[in-house]
């Protein structure tokens, strides 16, 4: 029997491995965005679907988000000038993907409408679709920067802390 050898250069983008990457990176960042923001609320990553977004304030967030980084920072064993550079840097980037959650909001809206019309209206589903892999994307663009601006303050003792750090708090994912 002979088999073909695999064909060099870039996957079609219809490849099953492209899927699989696509959906993989949607949910990665879908979770990140989840979780910071949750953490954000301090409701945990279940209030992102469920209304955690109203009835903040931005003291409360910026309050949250003082507690969750003194928690990092002991974890980490962060130098006051590594706290200084770090936290200026997590606080705009709750507030750049807070935002996020009213058009994923907005989206949700669309397809439930979409699903719920008769005829489906397939439309409706893929524009919601499309707004949610956006969103997706921009929250992870995002979450990717804050990661590697945090990373350039970190030793690399300190970037392995945080590593094992977020393992644990991810039920040890991917082990």
């Known amino acids: ?15 099953p491995l492209f ?22 609320h301090g409701t945990g990553a279940c209030g ?22 003194k928690h990092l920072y002991v974890e980490i064993d962060a130098t006051d000038a590594q706290k200084a550079q770090i936290t200026p840097l997590v ?11 009213t058009q994923l909001q907005a989206a949700h809206t669309q397809a439930l409408q979409g699903l719920t019309t008769s005829p489906v209206d397939r439309t409706a589903l893929e524009a919601a679709r499309v707004a949610h892999l956006q969103l997706a994307d921009q929250a992870s ?17 300190q970037r392995d802390a945080l590593a094992a750090h977020l393992k644990q708090m991810h039920g040890k994912a991917g082990s």
């Open 1 to 15: 029997m002979t088999t073909s050898p695999e064909p060099k250069g870039p996957r079609p983008s219809g490849h």
């Open 19 to 40: 899927s699989r990457m696509t959906l993989a990176a949607i949910v990665a960042a879908a979770t990140l965005v989840g979780g910071v923001t949750a953490l954000a």
């Open 48 to 69: 992102w679907h469920h209304g955690m977004m109203s009835g903040q304030s931005p003291a409360d967030v910026s309050a949250h988000v003082d507690q969750m980084l």
């Open 91 to 101: 606080k705009q980037a709750v507030n750049d993907l807070l935002p996020l959650h």
């Open 141 to 157: 663009k995002r979450l990717v920067q804050l990661i590697a601006d945090v990373s350039d303050v970190l030793t690399p003792a």
